[in-house]
């Protein structure tokens, strides 16, 4: 009889006929617990959510607004000098968003 086991990491989710497998992926011994599985899925998702929400970034040209999911990506046009500046146009929304149809535009600028 086939028995659903599920990697307490979040990796993988499979039914087989052997008792505690391993995980392919981490090597962790497989449970049949789904919630383990399912918190490391919830957390994961609201990790990426929150990657995703603007930010006031820097780099060596200045502040700037932008996201840091998987990569820094510069969503604003300017730049501004002072956090404070930037702070307070990412409040107010006193900024440009860049065209991604521009030829000088590109993610990870």
Known sequence: MKTTYYCPRGCNVFETEIEYP???ACGRIMITDPGPFEDAHEERELEGIAACELKV???????FIGTNHLT????????WTTKQAVEYALKFYRWTPRDPKSSDWEWGD
């Open 22 to 24: 391993e995980c392919a």
């Open 57 to 63: 970034l820097h780099d060596e040209i200045g502040y």
């Open 72 to 79: 820094v990506k510069r969503l604003s046009f300017e730049y």
